[in-house]
């Protein structure tokens, strides 16, 4: 089989990329090897290393297998298909998003070190560096990363190691500009790192747009189906991936194989699903944009949004994120999230089926009274790809 290269489109990564077929047996997809520890030919002779900077298959990176908490082929199978899919040097699979994260911080940062956050940030980014990194020494600022001047101009009154953005940020789906943001972080010699789970890398690729780190939750949108919690990091320098990977092995944050497998399984289908989110959310937000009980709708696919142009420029689509504020207020709000058919009121987003939930008391819960709190009328969609009109028909019905 011929192999694969970088050059492929980006769908046939997403289903070749580490995943060449077992060379012993034949098996199109890489098997689940469930296993702690390896054979060694002789002390020291670990299999699987002749794969070693070949640059293809799920041995790129390993010296050959001795534990898997170091490396596992397949895990490595993914950590490949994702370093394909947002143009990386290497990407790493972790248990979670937040693991994720936490190895990127204590990987870049210092005690004494400052980190820009975005001011509405995800509620466990913002738990993560309010309650355990600001013990480690590590401190942050939140800033609207959706306006490029005041984080310039945070960036001269507090300085920061690291310049940390979402966009879309979750729940208000606010949009940076990833390219602008790079320049201001690297003209202070800081690092920009891009949580990218809302977008995908199908719909949005900021290794390209001058980030240094790709953070996502693969939970969400590139697992897909809401059946495993995984997180990730792709970075475009070699030796910030050497320090990751050390500290993934030091401290044993990574994902084991069966999750390693289902994420890679689900990423398989994340262009043709990216592509009915985004439809779905289009006309659930214009939907929406058009209700008498709907306050305001936040979409980056609308043309009256702040972001839309931003968006319209680094993004292939907008996505199937949709946020509104209910013309009723908080208690109607709350009251709608228990009375939808289809939506399942729940936390999380990106798998196939719809959620809907309240954020301020949900997913949020942990910025309320900090300056990132949301709106108590606000509700989340993540719309899902079942069919529109039940969508549509469904959300009505609980608008009512
Ligand atoms: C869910 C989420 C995370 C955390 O990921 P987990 O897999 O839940 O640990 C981080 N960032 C964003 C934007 C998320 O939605």
Redesign the pocket.
Known sequence: MAQIDRGDGFETLAIHAGQEPDPLTGAVVPPIYQVSTYKQDGVGGLRGGSMAGAGTGPGRWVEGYEYSRTANPTRGALEECLAALEGGVRALAFA???AAEDCLVRAVCQPGDHVLIPHDA?G??FRLFDKVMAHWGVTYHPVPVSDTEAVRAAMAAHGARLIWV?TPT?PLLSIADIGALAEVAHSAGALLAV?N??ASPYLQQPLALGADTVIH?T??YLGGHSDV???ALAVSDADLAERLAFLQNAVGSAGGPFDAWLTLRGVKTLAVRMDRHCDNGAQVAAMLANHPRVAQVYYPGLADHPGHEVAAKQMRGFGGMVSFRHAGGEAAAVEMCGRTRLFTLGES?GGVESLIEHPARMTHASVAGSPLEVPSDLVRLSVGIENIDDLIEDLRAALG
Do not use: A, I
Request: aromatic letters at 12%.
């Open positions: 979670s998003g937040m995800y466990g980014t979402e979750n949580d789970t809302f939750s939970t969400k919690v995984g997180g987003l």
